[in-house]
């Protein structure tokens, strides 16, 4: 089993949808998570961060972590095209961090 | 504020060729990593600095694959000699640390090898 899951299948949504990721993992000492946004022949960027369980909003982009069920998810509201991105989740213990393998969506107008 | 700047963004040399790419991080920003990008994953670290220190170095292959950090500030990363199986794209990124800190990319650099 891979440190961090992450289905990697595409996703189309059309525009206005709620968009819904997310990653599982294995790693209890993984304590930080952090969803990373990546446009086309583009780096990674930085896009939620959060280190408790719970929900964190901002905007219109929402993090869940439920450290119990070592699960967490993103939600975009209202997608737009310009979401249309890989998403990757990151997670990170004190000496190590970890990338999913990334969801490609594709928002539609 | 400028962000990380790799160069070059895109490669094609021919296998057995060698290849080096550079980075220039953040300023101030003591931890450096080099990502390896396959198509449809997720990035995979190849190698991090604190400062002009390697300290995970465990999933470079070191057989083809070397990395400096001269005083602590910009990196290159060398292959020597390619392999078809390189064709990646190599990011470096920078943070503030390991634990605290948002990491920052660069755009990458692209290689092809033929």
């Known amino acids: 089993q891979k440190e961090v899951e992450q289905d990697p299948g595409p996703l189309s949504v059309p525009e206005g949808a709620i968009v819904s990721l997310n990653c599982t993992y294995s790693?209890?000492?993984?304590?930080?998570f952090m969803w990373y946004r990546q446009y086309s022949r583009k780096g990674p960027e930085l896009l939620m961060y959060t280190y408790s369980s719970g929900n964190k909003e901002d905007g219109r982009f929402t993090a869940q972590v439920d450290k119990s069920s070592k699960y967490i998810s993103l939600f975009i509201r209202d997608s737009q095209p310009s979401d249309s991105a890989t998403y990757l989740c990151a997670m990170r213990s004190t000496n190590r961090l970890a990338f999913g393998k990334g969801n490609q969506v594709v928002v539609i107008p | 504020e400028a962000g990380v700047v790799q160069s070059p963004r895109y490669k094609i040399i021919e296998k057995k060729q060698p290849v080096a790419f550079w980075c220039n991080p953040i300023?101030?920003?003591?931890?450096l990593y080099w990502y390896l990008q396959n198509l449809g994953q997720g990035p995979e670290l190849l190698i991090r600095?604190?400062?002009?220190?390697?300290?995970?170095d465990s999933q470079l292959p070191k057989d083809r694959f070397s990395a400096e950090r001269l005083k602590g500030v910009d990196s290159t990363l060398k292959i020597q000699p390619a392999e078809l199986g390189d064709s990646a794209v190599y990011l470096c990124a920078s943070s503030l640390g390991l634990v605290d800190g948002e990491l920052f990319f660069g755009e990458g650099s692209r290689l092809t090898v033929l």
């Open positions: 600095y604190e400062n002009e220190e390697a300290v995970d």
């Open positions: 790693n209890s000492a993984f304590q930080y």
């Open positions: 300023s101030g920003h003591n931890t």
